[in-house]
Each structure stands twice: as C-alpha cells, then as structure tokens.
C-alpha cells in the first residue's frame, strides 16, 4: 500500500494497485461521520469508436455509455436502490463525457455498502426483454430534455462549436440511434471499458484505510478477469473553426436565453500542465464574468442579464472551450456588450487587485471543498483520468501569475472562433 501525504493540507491518500489493474484509493477523514465512495470507468458518451488490442476495431452507437449506467442497477434479485438501502446507504450514478461514475453516501455500515457497490458493478445482467424496456424509458428521457430550455441551449451551443467531434452528441443519445443497442453491444461495451485496469474505486470519509483496502483485495481475489490490451479511442478529425456562428431555437420561455462559446484547438497539454491551462482560464473567466466583476455589475445595471449569469471551462482529450451566459431579455445586445467590454480589457490588462482577489477566492473555494466528501470522491477521479492529480490545484493557484492570466486573456478569446446559442418563443 503506497502512502501518498499532502502535507500543506494535512491529508494522507493510502493507494493500492490490484493485481487486476484495479486502482484503489482511500482519504480517511478523522472526525467525519460520512463516508462517500465513487467507482468509476473512463468511459463516457464521446467513447463511441474504439478497439483494444488484438481485437477489431469497433463503433457503438451514441448513448451506449449513458444506456449501460442505466441497466447496471438491474439485478436478477431486484433493486439494488433497495439493498443500499438497507443498509442505510444512498446510491446513484452520472454520465459524462468522458466518465462513468456509480456512488454512494452513509454514515454507518460502510464496508457492506462497498461490498454492493463493487460487487453490482462488476455483475451485469442484459437480457433481450430488459434493454427492450430500457430503450422506451430513456427514449422518454431524452424527449424530456428536448423540452428543456436551459439544456437545449447548452447542447445547442456545443452543437455549433463542434461538428465531427462526439462531444457534440448528447450524452443519452437520440431515440434513432438507442434503438440499435443490443444486449450483445452493451456487453462488448461493458467488457471492454469495466475491466477493472480501465478503473478507480475512491474511498472518502471516517474510514480505516487498511480495512477498504484488505476488503477490495479479498473481493477482487475471489473474482475472475481475463487480462485486457490497451484501449484505443479514436476521434475524427475536428475544424479548427466552429460549425456554424449562431443557432437559433424557439421554445416557450418567458425570457431568451442566451449563451457564448470560445472553441479552442484540442490541449496539447497533459498531466499537470493541462491543469495550469484549466486554471488560469477559469481564473480569468472569474475575473471577468463573476458577480463581484466590472463586467457582471455593468450588465446588471443595464438589465442585459439576470443572477443566473454564470461562465465554465471544459477541457480534456480532443476538445477545449468556454461558455458564457444566461437568461436575457436581448441576446443580441448582450453578445455585442461582451465583446465590447472583454475589447476594452484586452487593451488594458487585467486588473491587479480583481486578479488577487479572484485568486484567494478560487484557494477558498479549493480548501472549503476539501470538508465535502462527495467533491473530493468525484473531483479526485475526473482529474485522475485525465492525468492530473487533485491536490496540485492548490499550488498551481499559487503559483498563477497576473501575467499568465493576461496572456491566456489575449489568447483566449478569438471571435472567429465563437459560436452563440439562443433560446426565445416565437415572435
């Protein structure tokens, strides 16, 4: 058992590798009642064409990872909602791009609860009736969504940024492209991307790191899984420029909705530079768009946006882009107005002290995030697959440079490259 301490925060990761290629990481925390536990594979909904080695390469169809999620919690014997909570647990699961995440929070019984979080992932059940079933409930799922305001103009958005790249597939899918899945693709999916080296179990909260990791290795040990090549994911070939400048969609909303996004070229960057990349980034948007910015107040003033304007950063393999935005009662006026005031600071710099300020806010928020066991479980495995580890976010801030952020402002924001989705009613 490897021991990995964080000294300037005063934390101690305990890692073990199984001999499956299983990682297995635990963070216990003195005093905490919780205990939060996350089991992920790098697989999300952009993994739709890929081959492991000595075998034929193989395209899925969209929402393949998403699908899989769901039939994961059917059991032959029934809910495994039922059995978690049992034992006083509450499980779920995510999708995203490029993840799959099953979970779990208690304050009590912890190791029979990772005892049927590992164990009913590592057991699936697909039968021809079940996935039949299945394909009816997420088809209502995804019609769902298309009704949606808030994510019909944020897939929108993604929609016009990219145009051979799977990210801009929605994550569930579409009901054309569900309906092809079969029980044999989920299970070739399911072997191919469950394999336990393809995976992380993190363990968090008032636990003994030991106890985890002896339990693990006795239930791996028991289990059979026949060694696995290298997976290959394979990505076409994305415009450097976007797919189209706006899109435009008309659904029943009180207020437009509108939301600008800057395509970047695919990181170069791994490991910890591409975690310096994010940050400064995500530090620059903050100094720009957060509520306390020039920017944020004058728009307010001038009732161009409402509270729920906000901005992120996204980031990984084959793909980089930010998004600004929210509810406004004039799109168009807004997207001038930012371009206008982002123009003004270029010219400028990046104020000094909204530069610190943003700064000692982000190291805040890192350190407060680290009494949360649910955001350290998710956060450590997000980054982890991407190479990075998640207790370098607090050095890399300090670290951050006022010149850094100006020169990602400058490079940042490139209007040929910009995309804006909008959300309205019908004239």
Not at 223 to 232: M, R, S
Not at 356 to 377: D, T, V, W
Request: glycine share 6%; charged share 25%; proline share 5%.
């Amino acid at each position: 058992m490897q021991t990995i301490p964080y000294a300037q925060l005063g934390e101690t990761i305990y890692h073990e590798v199984l001999d499956n290629g299983l990682h297995v990481f635990v963070l216990p925390k003195e005093g905490f009642q919780k205990t939060y536990a996350t089991f992920s594979t790098k697989y999300g909904s952009i993994d739709n064409h890929f081959q492991v080695a000595g075998k034929p390469e193989v395209q899925v169809p969209d929402g393949i990872a998403h699908f899989l999620e769901h039939k994961m919690f059917e059991e032959p014997e029934g809910d495994i909602f039922a059995t978690f909570a049992t034992n006083g647990a509450s499980a779920n699961a995510f999708t995203s791009f490029d993840r799959t995440v099953y979970l779990f929070s208690s304050t009590d019984r912890y190791l029979e609860n990772l005892t049927t979080l590992i164990n009913f992932v590592q057991n699936p059940y697909f039968t021809d009736e079940n996935v039949e079933k299945e394909k009816g409930i997420i088809g209502q799922e995804i019609k769902m969504y298309e009704d949606n305001a808030d994510w019909r103009s944020y897939y929108g958005l993604i929609e016009a940024l990219y145009a051979k790249h799977p990210i801009h597939i929605d994550i569930a899918g579409t009901v054309a492209s569900i309906s092809e899945i079969t029980k044999e693709t989920l299970y070739e999916c399911y072997h191919t991307f469950y394999h336990p080296s393809n995976m992380s179990l993190f363990v968090v909260g008032g636990v003994n790191a030991e106890e985890v990791i002896n339990l693990v290795k006795q239930n791996q040990a028991a289990k059979t899984f026949p060694p696995q090549g290298a997976i290959q994911r394979f990505f076409p070939e994305e415009p450097a420029q976007v797919r189209e400048a706006q899109r435009l969609m008309h659904l029943p909303v009180s207020m437009p909705k509108c939301l600008m996004g800057f395509k970047e070229q695919p990181p170069a960057e791994t490991g910890k530079p591409l975690l310096v990349r994010e940050l400064t980034t995500k530090l620059m948007l903050d100094i720009l768009f957060s509520s306390s910015s020039d920017i944020y107040q004058s728009l307010y003033d001038d009732q161009l946006i409402t509270d729920n304007f906000g901005h992120e950063y996204n980031c990984s393999e084959g793909y980089a882009f930010s998004i600004v935005g929210g509810d406004t009662k004039d799109p168009e006026g807004l997207t001038a107005r930012i371009r206008e005031e982002v123009e003004q600071r270029k010219a400028t710099g990046v104020d000094p002290i909204a530069f610190e300020r943003s700064r000692k806010k982000k190291i805040g928020n890192f350190l407060r995030m680290m009494n949360s066991p649910e955001s350290i479980a998710n956060e450590y495995t997000k980054y982890r697959f991407r190479g990075i580890d998640l207790f370098d976010i607090l050095p890399v801030y300090e670290q951050i440079t006022l010149e850094d952020v100006n020169a990602r402002f400058r490079d940042h924001f490139d209007w040929s490259k910009l995309a804006v989705s909008i959300v309205r009613s019908r004239e």
